[in-house]
Structure formats: C-alpha cells, structure tokens
C-alpha cells in the first residue's frame, strides 16, 4: 500500500431513494490507523441524484477518479457456488443484467434455483454475515451492486475485484467485499445502532469511540463526528467501518487470487491495522 493511497468505505443501498442511503467514507491510512478526511451521501457527490440509477453511476465515476484507490463495499459480490453455472466469476458478472433486468427476477430466479431456501455460501458461514445474497431484505442491494456497479466498472477494465481478479501492472481501483456488522462482531461492539431513539445515537458514538481507542480509526473532525451520530440509520457508521475493512485488507486480499473463485470472499477483520 502506498504511504497515501485513497481508501473508500461504501455502505451500499438499493433503495428508491438510494442516493440518500449509500454513504462513502474516504481517507488515508497513517501510522497504522484510517484517516478520515471526507463523509458524504451519494446524492451529494458531482452530478449525485437521489433515484438509484444515477446515484450509482454517480458512485461509480467517483471510484474511479483516482487509480490509486482500495474500496471497501458493502454488498454481496456474489452467489453459493452451486447456483452459478458460468466457469468464472466476472463471467457471472457480465452476463448478469441481462439475464436478471430487474431485483425481482433475480430473487425469483434465485428462490427457483435453490429449491426456496436461502442458501448461505462458504464466505458467509465463516464470516457469519447476517444475511444471504439474496434474502429479503438484501437482494436489491445486490442486484443493484453486481448490475450497476460490478458489471460496468469491471466488464470495461475500469477497476478490478479481489480476490476474484489479479491486480495488474496498471494500476486501477480495487473493489472488495467489506461487511462492517461482522467487523463489529470482531470487537465484540455488534449492539442496536441503528434507529432514531437517543440510545442509538449513543450506541453510534460508542462505536467510534471504540474503534479510536483500539487505535483503528483517528479521531474524525467534529463535523464528520456529529454525523456519524446523528445519522439514524447508521449508514455513515458502517461507511467508515467498511473503509478500515478495507485498508486492513488489502494486502491479504491481494495475495488471495483464484480464477476459479466463484463465492470470493468478506471481507470483515481490522486486525492488521495497528
């Protein structure tokens, strides 16, 4: 990792208003621990909109303002091995909008596909992530990563995933799969902070503060503080916490390479941070 590489944290949404929901936490790693130098929504990047679509294309042209980027999302990359037919990963990925146009044929063919059970894949069990990719309440996020994020961004050479791709001489962005609740399971910091009620928020700050005494996570500046408080869904938070995903895994990941990785990996562990 270069002494000042540009480290994203991305906490993904597929939402109608997913311009509001997606969050991107942006910083440098220093002595050991994730600087955090901006914090914003997707609807407010360069020519951000709120509606999904272009919120995401939006998210997208940001990733890729500088190659020398690592970016943590958190959304499933993929499926269990045994619902995929395609040879290799990115095969998967390139053919998927087409054969999936909207979210919901895609959990309807996944439902079909698994008998009508949610199965889990290997990445999943170890990481003991709290959904599968196609659950209920996730599936949208991941038809909207995989078809407008993954696919355009990789099918162009415009950036690369690990562990399912080698990095290249050329440097490009590198997206990986970042779960922030099993990073916070890591540190035995995995309580209800998610909601409007004052225990929540106190429950937000907690979390920062406990990720600034175990020496992950430098002190944010006041503003960027009270938004990661203030924002009850938790968004911000889990922006931040995917971005030290990120810088913590990064040298790991890139000496995880498989062609024939099909699930690929989460992304979850802060322990080479400090």
């Not at 914090?39 to 272009?54: H, I, S, T």
């Not at 095969?91 to 063919?109: I, L, N, Q, T």
């Not at 596909?113 to 196609?134: I, M, V």
């Not at 690369?160 to 910091?189: F, G, H, N, T």
């Amino acid at each position: 990792m270069t002494a000042e590489r540009r480290i994203l944290g991305i906490d993904f949404s597929g939402a109608s208003d997913a311009g509001r929901k997606i969050w991107i936490a942006e910083g440098v790693q220093r002595a050991g621990r994730f600087h955090l130098l901006d914090l914003r929504q997707a609807c407010e990047l360069e020519g951000g909109e709120v509606g999904p679509e272009l919120a995401i294309a939006g998210l997208a042209r940001h990733i890729v303002r500088a190659p020398d980027t690592i970016a943590g999302c958190d959304f499933p990359f993929s499926l269990p091995r045994s619902m995929i037919s395609d040879r290799r990963w990115i095969d998967f990925v390139a053919a998927f909008p087409e054969r999936f146009p909207y979210p919901d044929s895609f959990r309807s063919w996944a439902l079909g596909a698994a008998g009508g059970c949610e199965l889990r894949r290997d990445a999943d069990r170890a990481a003991a992530t709290p959904f599968n990719s196609y659950n209920l309440r996730i599936y949208r996020q991941t038809w909207w990563g995989i078809a407008r994020l993954l696919q355009p961004l990789l099918t162009t050479g415009a950036a690369i995933a690990v562990p399912y791709q080698r990095p290249s001489r050329k440097l490009r962005p590198v997206l990986l799969e970042a779960c922030p609740a099993c990073a916070l399971k890591s540190i035995d910091m995995y309580r209800t902070y998610k909601g409007s009620a004052a225990e929540h928020g106190r429950q937000r700050e907690a979390i920062v503060r406990r990720l600034i005494a175990l020496g992950h996570l430098a002190a944010p500046a006041h503003e960027d503080m009270q938004r990661l408080i203030c924002d009850k869904g938790g968004d911000a938070l889990d922006a931040v916490i995917s971005a030290l995903v990120a810088s913590a895994a990064e040298e790991f990941a890139a000496g995880q390479h498989a062609a024939d990785n099909i699930e690929g990996e989460i992304y979850w562990s802060l322990a080479t941070l400090s």
